[in-house]
């Protein structure tokens, strides 16, 4: 690693992310949102170096957690540094977190560009990452799929609202309580 973070001035706000003046250097950093930046912000940016066949670049976040959750995607089977950011510029880290955390796959294939391969290798490459519990039942959200399936909800209507459902460590009938809650405040 050759930078940690860089403290500085938004410069220049580009289409896949910022330039960052520190003592009257401009660093170009990728970035998941850029649009969440403005020019003029002081900001507190972490970086990772990545270095590729075309050269090196920065790729920037704005927490160390954020950075934590990139570095973890990155150690998952087929998804590299320029998947690892497009993911995070389709979700909050933290809701990424919380949905490894609890197994939910109905999340992570809401995510565009992962399909069922792809978050079930996030699932398996990941589980021990963050630390998360490991003590889970890794069906829980096909379970509660098929348990409102049954109940008569659509198949397309469950799958939306599970994949704004994350609760760590909770039961399938809390699961199912909020699954229900929500699908009765959508008519």
Do not use: W
């Amino acid at each position: 690693m050759l930078f940690d973070y860089f403290l500085g001035r938004v410069t220049r706000i580009l289409k896949q992310g910022v330039v960052i003046e520190t003592n009257s250097i401009g660093y170009r950093i990728a970035v998941s949102r850029p649009h969440q930046f403005h020019v003029g912000d002081e900001v507190k940016m972490y970086v990772e170096d990545v270095l590729r066949e075309e050269g090196l670049y920065l790729v920037g976040f704005s927490s160390l957690e954020e950075r934590d959750v990139y570095l973890g995607l990155n150690t998952v089977n087929g998804i590299g540094p320029k998947s690892a950011l497009k993911i995070l510029a389709e979700c909050d880290f933290k809701d990424l977190k919380k949905a490894i955390e609890a197994n939910n796959l109905f999340f992570l294939r809401s995510i565009k560009g992962i399909g069922q391969k792809g978050s079930a290798q996030i699932l398996l490459d990941l589980r021990g990452f963050f630390d998360l519990n490991q003590n889970i039942n890794v069906n829980q959200y096909d379970e509660v799929y098929s348990a409102l399936r049954r109940l008569g909800y659509r198949a397309k209507e469950i799958m939306t609202t599970l994949a704004k459902i994350n609760i760590p460590e909770a039961t399938n009938e809390e699961i199912i309580k909020e699954a229900l809650r929500r699908i009765r405040s959508y008519a």
